[in-house]
């Protein structure tokens, strides 16, 4: 029986993962960093099942360290950071230290408790932020745009470097916006979603967003997280970039989530200035060829399918509240 430690797994990849991971055999552990308030929602139905938190921070080497060896596991996956973009422009330095400098620590962790454990890094489409080239490919340049999409390009490299240095199965995941109704109320398209069902409900006049022509490569995180499990399962450690190949605009995603509901999404959503990012990243579209070829991987949902299950689970959640 295989071992597994997960950071972030009271997020929404660390929570698709795990119940994957239990599907598949495994012993799972999830580090979870101290705090007054412990938000466990997402694993909750999970930690009846046999999933162990263990205590432990990317910004505290020596609790990663002791992490490691108290749960002696044959993989890491490292989706624990500060991911949302919009934060990462007031608060850059936490940034940089979580998503960034967290990688080395765990890598170092890794590296002086068994180099042999095999590594998985959650890269990011934000890397490429001005892109270079469409679709993106793992051999496209990075130009990010957001102080999160630097952090993310230095924790890659950094994963590189450990693999190219210290000869570790150590690789990175190029993900491009994967989505459920377990992502966080502050990302666009679960804001769409619950803005959504609280309109209808009566409870919401409108929805306010930024740029509805920013376009993104959105796919389903229960897909995603199947990648994950088959890179560290390769002979040869490689990064792989995991895409659609699909792109959609947020005013698509906009009529797609009213029209579920039988509304017009032009009578409700105001375009706000506030809600623009100071560098926009106008279009991003991964190229996911060769982990078709060398993976076997495809995702299975499509867009429009994904949003009306958000928007779904929304409006049985807003419901519930008001009942």
Known sequence: MKKALITGIT???GSYLAEFLLEKGYDIYG???????LSTERVDHLLEGGVELIPGDLIDENSLIKALEETEPDEVYNLGAQSFV??????????????GLGVTRLLEAIRIVNPG?????ASSSEMFGKVRETPQTETTPFHPRSPYGVAKAYGHWITVNYRESYDMFAVSGILFNHESPRRGLEF?????????ARIKAGIQKELRLGNLEAKRDWGFAGDFVRAMWMMLQQKEPEDYVISTGKTNTVRMMCEIAFARVGLDYQDFVVVDP????PAEVQ?????????REKLGWQPEMNFKDLIEMMVDADVERVNSLIK
């Open 86 to 99: 919009p934060t990462s422009w007031n608060q850059p330095l936490l940034t940089g230290e979580v998503t």
């Open 283 to 291: 279009l991003l579209l991964g190229d996911c060829t060769k982990a």
């Open 188 to 196: 666009v398209t679960r804001k769409v979603s619950f803005g959504v």
């Open 117 to 121: 454990i095999r590594f998985y890094q």
């Open 274 to 277: 506030k809600f623009y990012r």
């Open 31 to 37: 580090l979870q960093r101290r705090s007054s308030t």
């Open 11 to 13: 997020g929404q990849d």
